[in-house]
C-alpha cells in the first residue's frame, strides 16, 4: 500500500503542470513523475532558506503542500495560453515502445542494499524528512562530508515527498520511487525519438525509440533499479539534446522549405527541452556540468533568437541556486577542495598524467557505441546529408559538441579528483558516461529514421496533389471581374 500511495504522489502532484507543458494527457502522465521531483526540490529549498528559529518545526509535508498548490495555480495560469500540443502517445506506442521497458525495471524487487543509494541519496532524503533544522545542520556537519552534501536534492527531495504520505522512511519506497523517476526520464527520451520524423511508418519508428530506450541500461545496468541517479539525469537530458540540437521543432534548420512555419509544437517542445534540463541539473553535479554544456551550444546554435535561448539557462540557474544554498549552511565539495587544483595553478603539470588512464577507461566504456556513431555519422553525411536537412532534423554536429565537451568535462573531473585515479575509476567511470552512450544512440537512431523515411519530396507532391484537386475553378464570369 505504501508503494501505491507513492506512486499516486509522483503522478497526481506534477500531473497539472506537466499537462501545462505538454498539452497532452498521456504524455503528462510519463512526465508527471519528473514534475513532482522538481516541486519536491522547489520545497526542499524553500525549506533550507526559509525555515528560520519560528519555523524550524515545520515538517517537510507543509513546504510541499505550499509548492505544490503554486505549482496547480501556474498551470491554471498557463493552460489558458494557446498552444499547439506536443505529439500524443497512442495505445501503440505504449505497448511497443514502454511494455519490453518494464521488464528490467523488474529488478527493483532486489534487495534495497546499493552503496551510492543507501550512503548518499537515501541518506540525503532522510535528513529533508527530518525538517529544517535537522536538514541545514546535516548539509554543514563534517561528519557527512562522504556522503557529498553539496549535491542537488532532486531524487532525496522526492523520496522524501514520497515519504510524507507513507508510513515510515522504508527503503523499498525510496528503491521503487527512485527507479519510477528514471523510468520517467528513459520513457521521455525514447518519446523524443519516436517523433523525430513524423513521415516515418509508426511501427519502425516505435522500434528504433524503443532501442534508445533500452540503451540506458547499456551501461552500468545495474544502477537503473537499485537507487543510483546517474542514469535518471543522463537519460533526461539526452532527451533535451534530442529536442534542442537533433530535431527541428524548436529551431528549424536553415534551408529547410517553410522555414519557421515548417514547425510544430515549438513552445511545448522546449518547454519539455527545459524541464528535462531542470531535472539533470538538480540531480547531480556531472547532470549541471552537463546542462551549463547544453546552454553554451544551445546559445551558439540560436544566436539569432536569443530569446529562446534564454529558457535553457533557467535550469543552469536553477542548479547554481542551490549550490550557493548548499555552501551557505556548510556543505563542501571534494573536487573544489582538491590539491590537484592548487598544483595544476602552480603551474605543476603532474596531474595531467591521470588524463591517459581517464581516457583509456571512458573509451573501454563507450568506445563500440561512440565508434559506431561516428562511422554512421559520416556515411550519413555523405550519401542522406541532403535527405536529412530535407526531413528537417538538424546538422549532426551539434550532439557531437556536446558529446565532445562532456567527455573534456569527465577527463577533467578526474584529473584534479583528490582520489587515486584507479579507485575513482574503478567505482565510477561506468556511471558517468552514460550520458556519451545515450547520446550516441540518439544520433544513431535519427540517421536510422531518416534512412527509412520517404522521400521528401515525393511526401510533399502527394500532399500537394489533393489540394490541387479539390481547388474550386473558377468560372467564366469570375474571369470576367
Known sequence: MAIILALVLLVVAGLPLAFAVTRDIVVAVVLAPMVTGLQCTAAAA?????????????????????????????????????????????????????????????????????????????????????GAAAFRDALGNPVFAYSHPDYPVFAPATIAGAWTVTS????WVAQVVSSILTLSAAALFAYTVRHLVPSVSSMVARFVALGAG???????????????????????????????????????PRGVAGGEQAQTGTASSLALATVLLAVAALTKNEGLVAAVIVAVVFTVRSRHRL???L????????????????????A?????????ITQLLEGDLEPLGRAGPTLSKLVGQTGWFV?????????????????????????????WAVVAAYVVAIVATYVVSPYAIEWHLATSIDRVSVLVVLTATAIVSSWVLVAVAPDPDRTADATARPRAATRPRRSPVDALR
Open 46 to 130: 524553500a525549506m533550507a532558506v526559509m525555515g528560520g528559529p519560528d519555523l524550524d518545526g515545520a515538517p517537510f509535508a507543509l513546504w510541499l503542500s505550499i509548492v505544490t498548490a503554486a505549482s496547480w495555480g501556474l498551470a491554471a495560469l498557463l493552460v489558458r495560453r494557446p498552444r499547439r500540443p506536443l505529439p500524443s502517445l497512442g495505445v501503440a506506442d505504449l505497448v511497443v515502445m514502454y511494455g519490453p521497458l518494464l521488464l528490467p525495471a523488474l529488478l527493483v524487487r532486489r534487495p534495497p542494499v546499493a552503496w551510492d543509494a543507501r550512503s548518499i541519496w537515501w541518506f540525503h532524503a532522510a535528513w529533508i524528512d527530518a
Open 168 to 171: 515510515g522512511s522504508g527503503l
Open 214 to 252: 533500452l540503451s540506458v541500461w547499456a551501461v552500468a545496468g545495474y544502477g537503473v533499479t537499485a537507487g543510483y541517479v546517474d542514469h535518471l539525469w543522463a537519460a533526461a537530458l539526452a532527451g533535451a539534446v534530442v529536442l534542442l540540437f537533433i530535431g527541428g521543432r524548436v529551431i528549424a
Open 307 to 309: 530569446r529562446r535561448a
Open 311 to 330: 529558457w535553457v539557462w533557467i535550469p543552469v540557474a536553477a542548479g547554481l541556486a542551490w549550490s550557493v544554498v548548499a555552501r551557505a549552511f556548510g
Open 332 to 340: 563542501t565539495s571534494d573536487l573544489s577542495s582538491s590539491p590537484r
Open 371 to 399: 565508434g559506431a556513431a561516428v562511422v554512421i555519422s559520416l556515411i550519413g553525411v555523405l550519401a542522406l546529408g541532403q535527405r536529412r536537412r530535407a526531413l528537417g532534423l538538424a546538422p549532426v554536429r551539434w550532439p
